[in-house]
């Protein structure tokens, strides 16, 4: 489920800045994201962002499987292998979803759309590379955070194809919110986090953009 409003207040001030970006920053908050989540567009554009969040997130290694490799403390550590290894199961649904659904639909101006998802994934890897203690975690969990919404729209693609959407396993709200928390205790690793994430719900945001002009594109010819 989606990180809403009232679980943020639920959450008390621990949660703090975290939360605040999320409500304010977070893919729940962009209405081209509703509109395929709550299948009020075509099919094609389903397969569309499915292709797209794959070119994103659909490769080993991936955001959380870096910041893995980067975690100073122990609790960031515990989480990310917990993470890493449920979003291996992620990827493989939406491995399967793009699979269903074939081909790209064909859409003016292609070229610079690949393009510009080739630099959102190049920015989320060097995110999630980062040695600034803070910044890698970061981008790993607003990764989990937003993925429960990005998953709706995974899901209302694999209704539409006849796959069975799997539980996810991604670590759940107490225990994502537990590590802010925890890493939010230091200054500056909180200031490196809120980047990393921050960044991260940037490249997300842009992709729905950019998904939302390809269907608009797709319209007009």
């Known amino acids: 489920m989606p990180f809403d409003s009232a679980q943020i207040a639920r959450s008390g001030s621990a949660w703090g800045a975290m939360g605040s970006l999320v409500a304010s ?42 910041a893995r490799a980067h975690a100073h ?7 990310a292998e917990a993470a890493a290894e449920a979003f291996a199961a992620e990827r493989a649904y939406l491995v399967r979803i793009v699979a269903a659904a074939g081909p790209l639909p064909s ?24 040695d600034r203690a803070g910044c890698a975690a970061g981008a790993a969990l607003a990764l989990a955070i937003d993925w429960a919404t990005i998953r709706e ?9 006849g796959i069975v ?7 759940i709200v107490e225990e994502t919110v537990s590590v802010v928390d925890a890493l939010a205790r230091q200054g500056s690793m909180e200031r490196a986090m809120l980047f990393g994430a921050q960044q991260v719900f940037a490249q997300h945001r ?8 390809r269907a608009s594109a797709r319209g007009i010819h």
């Open 107 to 130: 859409t003016p101006g292609h070229a610079e759309s690949e393009a510009a998802a080739h630099a959102q994934r190049h920015a989320l890897e060097m995110l999630a590379q980062s």
């Open 73 to 79: 403390v122990t609790l960031e550590r515990d989480w």
């Open 153 to 161: 729209v995974l899901d209302a693609a694999a209704n539409r194809l």
């Open 165 to 171: 959407v799997p539980a996810s396993r991604l670590p």
């Open 206 to 213: 842009g992709l729905w953009d950019l998904l939302e002009a």
């Open 25 to 66: 920053d977070g893919s729940a908050n962009h209405p081209y994201l509703r509109r395929l989540a709550e299948n009020l567009e075509s099919l094609r554009d389903l397969a569309d962002a499915a292709h797209y969040i794959c070119v994103l997130h659909g490769r080993h290694p991936g955001v959380i499987d870096h």
